[in-house]
């Protein structure tokens, strides 16, 4: 069975860009997680979703939104990019809302310059 | 406030044991994780303790204390392919899963 899939899996943007991020959860799981972590920390929750709702937002600017699609995929958007933007973007997903078994993907390294 | 505390770097040597602690402080709780992540790559799970004790798996064994705050993960016979970063996490329980991390602990094993 395929895991978590995440594109691109490298990317480079100027400041004051526009990125989107896409994650494909394991078939069958119906909740997509997105989690920031920059170089030397711990991953940040950034949002849950989960049947195609917003059920969790963490502490970040109104900047970045998500949303999931009907075949539970995934997208994460960022506006107007910062340096400090510059991170690992990881997705994980789960069974359910609650599950307390969740799976990462591999990643996004995106590169602000 | 939320807050989950575990070294920043530990060194140990092949064959040995080395013991990885990690306090926390939530507004709730509803289980701790240990994930291992290796440079540049996704976490991997590796324990899950939401009851007090130790919870055994081969070699690794992940022990939690709920009054105290307070988990750690032991790791017997140490291989060089055990040099990654072990992530202290928490879900605070309630209507989601999300995790909260530590900031990690990054574990040098050494010939």
């Known amino acids: 069975d395929a895991g978590v899939t995440q594109s691109p899996t490298h990317l480079i943007k100027t400041r004051g860009q526009h990125v989107t991020l896409r994650c494909s959860p394991i078939s069958g799981h119906k909740s997509v997680s997105w989690y920031q972590q920059v170089l030397g920390q711990g991953p940040q929750f950034i949002f849950q979703?989960?049947?195609?709702?917003?059920?969790g937002r963490g502490n970040f600017p109104d900047r970045f939104s998500a949303r999931q699609f009907p075949n539970y995929s995934s997208e994460l958007n960022v506006n107007a990019l910062l340096l400090g933007d510059s991170a690992l973007y990881l997705c994980?997903?789960?069974?359910?809302?609650?599950?307390?078994?969740?799976?990462f993907g591999p990643g996004t390294r995106l590169t602000v310059t | 406030g939320q807050n989950i505390d575990q070294p920043t770097e530990m060194t140990a040597t092949e064959g040995a044991i080395v013991q990885i602690n990690c306090t926390y402080q939530?507004?709730?709780?509803?289980?701790l994780f240990w994930y291992q992540q290796h440079a540049g790559e996704a976490p991997t799970f590796l324990s899950y303790?939401?009851?007090?004790g130790l919870e055994e798996k081969g070699r690794f064994s992940s022990f939690l204390s709920r009054s105290k705050g307070y988990s750690y993960l032991l790791l017997k016979e140490l291989q060089m392919k055990d040099s990654a970063s072990y992530l202290c996490?928490?879900?605070?329980?309630?209507?989601?899963?999300?995790?909260?991390f530590g900031t990690g602990t990054l574990l040098a094993v050494q010939p």
């Open positions: 979703y989960y049947e195609k709702e917003e059920r």
């Open positions: 303790n939401v009851l007090d």
């Open positions: 994980a997903s789960s069974v359910r809302l609650a599950t307390y078994e969740q799976y």
């Open positions: 939530t507004s709730g709780f509803n289980g």
């Open positions: 996490a928490v879900t605070p329980g309630g209507a989601t899963n999300k995790l909260i």
